[in-house]
């Protein structure tokens, strides 16, 4: 390949072409008005507008990416993460045009994009299972028997679900047709599909996933573990690598478990099986992501291996260019995605300019962003303005390093999660490693951030308070006066 078209947006598709430079290959973006002016626009060597704002007339438009390919005489497209990067269809299209998609085939993206197909083909390998349904259920009455079989709390799932919809706790009963029928909907609504199966609930899970790369030639390697059970929503916002629970032995056999999960499908290119922990360390098949995670650098720095340089190669049909004997854990690595929410208020998006945007710099700190000072937060997209990265000799070095690269990063203009992951670093439960994904739930509410407030801050927060206060009072003395003034004329007029 010569050519390389990433067909997304960001700070992904500024990381993506970061490597192509390196590789000495050109890139080409694509792009919607709203991105006209993104520094990932500016980087690429030819850029070519798609559409609208709106994902489905720009980012989702296959046809007319395809179109940008064949004008500019392209050879790959890099679907990096979100958009088309699991889609098959689109996949198909790809090869059927002649292109090489940097990623997996469009078999493997079906299988494992549909969590009952995905436990079908890893079967065989005698993979663990959290106990449950093995197909989507979808008489009720009989859910419910096979819901009293495993024992409540149970959990109802999307088959095709992610990101935490189509997903319902249920802790009796009582409420199961209830949570069934709002799973469907919500899985109808999300995905299309209205298929849902049934698990036993894990009341105190960790979240630890594998990073695998394989080629065409049947080499697979799984580069260690990543943890990533500080969630909120049910989704990741503070991951790192290795984990602090993991022992090498554990590693090993979920390194092996992962790789199981590829040969069940096949795989070749970049991707991530997913586990649960539970309280008492064992591990069961969660899904397989069939793309680059969001969470990537974190094993890139304690590994030194560049993923997406080895997904480019792999699409080319060349062979991995390690071995597991080449490569073990260098260090620890914290990443925190930084979100234009505010988490003072649920972590809804924070809609705004930022008005000032300077990035930490130093030894061991990384930045993969795609916003510059000034530029406005898109409300068409996902609100992640960047991902801050450290890295140090051990865990308590890059949690250090860490605090002080948030302590650096300097937004105005609008809210973002920075202060609630300075929170999480300096928790206990996170410092100590004795936490899950429940830690936002046991441990965070809103107030709490204030106690992590520079004092300087709070001081200013303090002044400010008078001084409405004081402002207010004056009103109220001021409206009053008027008032009075207001009812004298009306008696006097009376007389």
């Known amino acids: ?20 430079r390196e590789m000495g290959l050109k890139s080409v973006a694509v792009f919607s ?21 709106a994902s489905n ?38 090869k059927q045009e002649g292109l090489t998609l940097i990623g997996p085939s469009p078999e493997a993206m079906e299988i494992m994009g549909d969590k009952l197909s995905a436990k079908a083909a890893v079967k065989s390998y005698k993979i663990p299972m959290v106990p449950g349904t093995d197909e989507a259920i979808t008489d009720i009455p009989e859910a419910k028997k096979i819901a009293q079989k495993i024992g409540y709390p149970i959990l109802i799932k999307a088959s095709a679900g992610g990101g935490g919809k189509g997903m319902r706790i249920v802790e009796e ?9 709002l799973a469907i909907n919500e899985a109808v609504s999300a995905f299309g599909n209205g298929a849902v199966f049934i698990e036993r609930y894990v009341g105190s899970p960790r979240h630890i996933e594998i990073q695998i790369m394989a080629d065409m030639h049947g ?21 790192e690598a290795p984990s602090s629970i993991l022992t090498p032995q554990m590693r090993k056999e979920m390194g092996e478990k992962a790789c199981d999960v590829a040969r069940a499908c096949n795989y070749y290119g970049a991707g991530t099986v997913e586990f649960l922990l539970d309280e008492n360390l064992n591990f069961f098949f969660l899904e397989m992501n069939t793309r680059l995670q969001v969470e990537h650098p974190v094993t890139e720095l304690i590994s030194g291996i560049d993923l997406v340089k080895e997904q480019i ?28 929410e505010d988490p003072t208020n649920n972590f809804l998006p924070d809609i705004g300019t930022l008005k000032t945007y300077k990035p930490p710099i130093g030894l061991g700190v990384r930045v993969d962003d795609g916003f510059e000072e000034g530029m406005p937060i898109p409300i068409y997209y996902d609100p992640m303005i960047s991902k801050l990265i450290t890295h140090g000799k051990n865990r308590d070095e890059a949690i250090e390093r860490m605090i002080r690269a948030i302590d650096d990063y300097k937004i105005t203009g609008i809210e973002t999660t920075l202060p609630f992951c300075k929170f999480v670093m300096q928790h206990e439960a996170f410092t100590s490693g004795n936490f899950d994904t429940h830690f936002v739930k046991d441990h965070f509410s809103p107030e709490k951030l204030e106690t992590h407030l520079p004092k300087e801050t709070l001081e200013l927060a303090a002044i400010m308070s008078s001084v409405f206060t004081q402002q207010k009072k004056n009103e109220h003395i001021s409206n009053n006066k008027t008032i009075n003034q207001h009812n004298n004329w009306r008696v006097n007029r009376s007389k």
């Open 1 to 20: 390949m010569k050519k390389i078209l990433i067909a997304n947006r960001g700070e992904i598709a500024l990381r993506i072409m970061r490597t192509i």
């Open 33 to 53: 008005e709203a991105d006209r002016n993104a520094p990932f626009v500016k980087y690429a060597d030819e850029s070519v507008c798609i559409g609208p704002p």
């Open 57 to 94: 007339e720009s980012y989702l438009r296959q046809d007319k990416i395809i179109e940008v390919c064949k004008k500019l005489n392209v050879d790959g497209i890099h679907p990096g993460y979100g958009f088309l990067s699991e889609n098959a269809n689109f996949a198909r299209l790809v």
């Open 173 to 181: 009963e009582k409420d199961f047709e209830e949570q069934m029928q």
């Open 219 to 239: 080499n697979i390697v799984p580069l260690f573990e990543r943890e990533c059970s500080i969630q909120r929503r049910h989704q990741k916002v503070i991951e």
């Open 313 to 340: 190669r792999v699409a080319e049909g060349e062979k991995l260019s390690f071995s597991q004997k080449d490569i073990k854990i260098n260090g620890h690595a914290v990443e925190v995605r930084v979100y234009a």
